[in-house]
């Protein structure tokens, strides 16, 4: 893990260091106006805080952005992909998707991923360590300091780039208040997705925090013996489990539950899996993404033919759960999950 910086303290932390070294509030109102709304690139360009502090703040908090290395451009579709090095020389991507209006970043959590999905090259990569809450964060923050020079800014975070944000619980959630904190970046938390294969305990713990975050769960098969082949993590929560705690967030937040469903030929897309996932979902609040997989070298599945994709929607909708077909952008760039990151190794 590298050193600390100063986005991975909240508001409240940054005013108590800051005040401790002397400092009046208002010190920590400035500084985080210039971290946060300011998208400031470093201490110096500070130039409303005293030299002293600014040369305190450089020796004792890492403001070290990761560095932009290799870039995929989707121009046609408007989609960047982003390796993004870190002080410690390990690399994370980060993608962005242009769609009308909406500027959606797609952040990672973890370097690698311990799930392991079966259909994922993060997954075949390993795990490699967590991400600290500044270097989530940054993955947005690298966003919005490139659309701000086009006068756009960042709409939408999802976080369902390489690993299980659940597994990074406490990192993950304080990326996100700080982007949320109406003094500085002040992203609304409707705005963010959250991304789980269905980790429990993070769920419930989710429905407390009192957020009106959008919750997607990775379901990917209509029962267990094929799950958990698909998604070996799932072993440790079976799909009633799953579905019992997204109720418990439905209930504490009123948000509507979005489920994934990465469709593989001949393995998980047949009208009969269609009807045991319809079986499930029916009655409750929920929707159904349908990704068609995204090719990838050395991984032993095939997307479907467009009309099986269609058949299977048709089979949820005809049952009443309401289904969309979410195109695999970037496809041409290969931003799958993991795919630059496995061509790029960080170090
Ligand atoms: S799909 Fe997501 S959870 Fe599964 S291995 Fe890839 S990064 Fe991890």
Not at 67 to 89: F, I, M, N, S
Not at 101 to 123: I, Y
Request: charged residues 25%; aromatic residues 6%.
């Amino acid at each position: 893990m590298s050193a600390l910086s100063p986005y991975d303290l909240s508001y409240p932390e940054l005013e108590e260091l800051l005040t401790g070294w002397g400092e009046p509030p208002y010190r920590a109102r400035q500084l985080w106006t210039w971290l946060w709304r300011r998208l400031a690139t470093s201490y110096q360009g500070m130039t409303d805080l005293p030299k002293g502090l600014r040369a305190r703040l450089a020796a004792e908090l890492l403001f070290d952005p990761p560095r932009p290395g290799a870039l995929q451009l989707d121009a046609e579709e408007g989609t960047e992909k982003v390796l993004l090095h870190l002080a410690d020389g390990e690399a994370i991507e980060a993608v962005l998707l242009r769609e009308g209006d909406r500027r959606t970043v797609c952040v990672s959590t973890q370097v690698g991923c311990p799930v392991g999905c079966a259909f994922c090259a993060t997954g075949n990569m390993g795990f490699r360590r967590d991400l600290s809450p500044g270097e989530i964060a940054a993955q947005v923050l690298h966003f919005a300091r490139r659309l701000r020079g086009s006068g756009e800014r960042v709409s939408h975070v999802v976080v369902m780039g390489m690993g299980e944000p659940f597994l990074n619980y406490a990192a993950t959630l304080k990326a996100i208040r700080n982007l949320n904190h109406p003094r500085g970046f002040g992203l609304g938390a409707r705005r963010f997705t959250l991304s789980t294969v269905g980790v429990v305990p993070g769920i419930l713990r989710l429905a407390r925090e009192g957020l009106q975050l959008n919750l997607a769960i990775s379901l990917h098969a209509p029962e267990d013996a094929l799950r958990e082949e698909l998604v070996p993590l799932a072993r440790s929560w079976p799909i009633r489990e799953v579905l019992a705690a997204a109720d418990a967030y439905v209930a504490a937040t009123g948000r509507r539950v979005t489920y994934e469903y990465v469709l593989l030929a001949g393995v998980n897309d047949s009208p009969a899996q269609a009807r045991g996932l319809a079986r499930l979902l029916s009655g409750r609040l929920a929707h159904v993404n349908l990704i068609p997989f995204n090719p990838a070298p050395g991984l032993p599945f095939q997307r479907p033919a467009w009309p099986r994709v269609e058949a299977f929607r048709r089979e949820l909708l005809r049952r009443g759960v309401d289904a969309t077909v979410r195109r695999s952008r970037g496809v041409r760039i290969r931003a799958g999950c993991g795919q630059l990151r496995t061509r790029h190794p960080g170090r």
